[in-house]
């Protein structure tokens, strides 16, 4: 057994978000279904950025923050049966739930009433939870999920969140062979709805104002590329697909209607990015001539989580990253916030 | 063969939309997919008065509306099949569509591109569009829906566009015996979902702000009524509904997220309503703590309607309804726009 350390880049003012430095911190308490993992990777995905600058509201100080955390198990509770010590791990943004209510007992965890997230949030313990920006995470089997042996960690630490956040709904929504999927935005999570949703078997189509993101799209395996800077880029594609996932990050920028117009009767335009801002008033109707649903989601289950990783490690697949030393974490979060990442920072375990 | 005469009530201006006058008016061309149809009944929809006050933009005019039509077939074109003269039929809001394109091929005629409403519409060949408060009107075979016999027509004609309209989207939902059902709003379009609801085997919950309305509710057969002018009125319903269909008719006065909060997770709130006014802004991410989807449908397909039509006369539906001479259709609108209607009224023929 192991006694790991729990000691990670925090900030201490969210009007100094660039500010790291490094903060021991005491996990929740031990219970006998947690698991002590060493922390090797862990992604930085836009929610952190919207945590740390206060753009989703005043943070919990000081905060580490991190939740596509990969590692190695090294300390396993008596209770804990799918994992042993020495496994290769990943947690993603949700820590803990009841594990007694109807959404625990129906795999729909992420929609527990007493969820806990992963850093920002009150445990059940009481103490403020602390991410994976730091040497050591501890977590419950629940939302500990095992990687194959064939993804490396560093792929498989971005996907925790980034990839079950696109995953589950794609699942949820019919997304299978020959689904004719959209995609819209092309960040982190939209980069892994393409290279999911190429490995679910669907045709995937984007949508970018970003030319020089064109060929990188087609590279990740998209067959259709829309450029929304072009006029009139809706028309051609009007009730052609079947489900978009819109991972645009800012409300201001999303053409609602014109992404709805490309959706097959009672299609969904599945919204899974978080943006600061509001969706912009609009009439109800407007989404009338073909039936379209909008559609939210939190995250995913730990048995999608599961299959994600099982369909990622038999079709290859691989996170377009940057791997940089945990001590960069400014760059890195800088990077998200000027959209500038391509497409996700990986920050390696450098705190001795 | 019959030779009617197309004749109705009709308004000249949309600054003076309680001023009707006769109007005599030409059908479009015969073809031999056509019925013409002896008017008996027309209900009175929300939608005539959006469009003759110009809340939906500037009406054609001359213009007789009213899209909930019931009455007999008189002449019949010689290739139709399912209908034959002094049959007892209804038409919707719908009066044309290609008859070739993927969605009328897919018994989703009512998103065909070229889909004809049945009034303010020009219809293929090229006429304004005259609807039900009329002595007459020409549809084509698709468009007229057979009654059973077991059925009156005043109640199966504002069944037409009211019943449909929210029949589909809760066909479509999934709702079937022992489904959690909420109706939120109970004017004409309310009050049809909860005897529809009702006769498919949900357990109804109606949202109302109008006090007067919870003993109504409780007879249409809705187990619960929830007042929403009461204090945290959406807590004990939290997560307790499998759909909602959302019937409010001002967009400002949508409780969006509190009655998002009262779905199962991925549950739907459906908006058949249309109002003039735009949805409030709003996150996206205060539907994410369920999972919610936002759905919008309009009216719905023949293959519903007959449906409908077949449950209705089953369970012995009838609509809540004032009929009153087609004169007085002045007196109608006012009282839908005043919402004052309890819960439908129906226009008698009174035209020589």
Redesign the interface.
Known sequence: MSDLKFRGYAIKDEKNWTQFELLDFEPMAWRDDLIDIEVQYCGVCSSDVHTITGGWGKPELPLVSGHEVGGIARKVGSAVKSIKVGDRVVVGAQIDSCGKC??CS?Q?EQ?C?EQVDTYNAKSHDGKVTQGGYSTAIRAPEQFVFSVPDALPLEDAAPMACGGLTVYS?MK?GGVTKGTKLGVAGLGGLGHLAVLLGVAMGAEVTVFTHQEDKVADAKKMGATDVVLTTEKDWAKPY??KLDFIVCTIDV?SALPLTDLTSCLW??G?LH?V???D?????????S????????????IGAKVEAEEMYRLAAEKGVRVWKEVVPMKDVAKAVQGVKNNEVRYRYVLKQDIN
């Open positions: 109807r959404a129906t729909n929609y009433p709904p949820r009007f009730q409300s009767i009672n969904t919204i990015a978080m943006p801002d509001e969706l912009a008033p609009f009439q109800t109707q989404l009338a001539a073909n039936g379209a649903k909008l559609g939210v989601s939190h």
